[in-house]
Nanobody, 122 residues
Framework: QVQLVESGGGLVPAGGSLGLSCTAS????????MGWYRQAPGKQREVVAT???????NYADSVKGRFTISRDKAKNTVYLQMNSLKPEDTAVYFC????????????????WGQGTQVTVSS
């Protein structure tokens, strides 16, 4: 079965840096896109950054220039390097993977990690 396991969360002072990683296992036919979402207390889950199979990356306006998403396709791993962290970046961060459902890779199912807490102190 497909599993996504995140690591790297923690407590960091404002202005600091933190790196997250997420590795997917049990992948039968490959992964399309991978990404990171976050959910702060009392707020809706929002997209942070995504990385498509062809290498395209997209970022939320709030993190552009501060966060960098990258993938190691051979390891089915996605990373999120977070610099210049702000207290408003405090949230539970979730990774996602669009896992192809068939060998033809015409459809996929989205899987989620369990989430990792990032807390930025002011």
């Amino acid at each position: 079965q497909v599993q996504l396991v995140e690591s790297g969360g923690g407590l960091v002072p404002a202005g600091g840096s933190l790196g997250l990683s997420c590795t997917a296992s049990g992948i039968p036919f490959g992964i399309n896109a991978m990404g990171w979402y976050r959910q702060a207390p009392g707020k809706q889950r929002e997209v942070v950054a995504t990385a498509a199979n062809r290498g395209d990356t997209n970022y939320a306006d709030s993190v552009k220039g501060r966060f960098t998403i990258s993938r190691d396709k051979a390891k089915n791993t996605v990373y999120l390097q977070m610099n210049s962290l702000k207290p408003e970046d405090t949230a539970v961060y979730f990774c996602t993977a669009e896992v192809f459902s068939t060998p033809m890779r015409l459809s996929w199912h989205v899987y989620w990690g369990q989430g990792t807490q990032v807390t930025v102190s002011s």
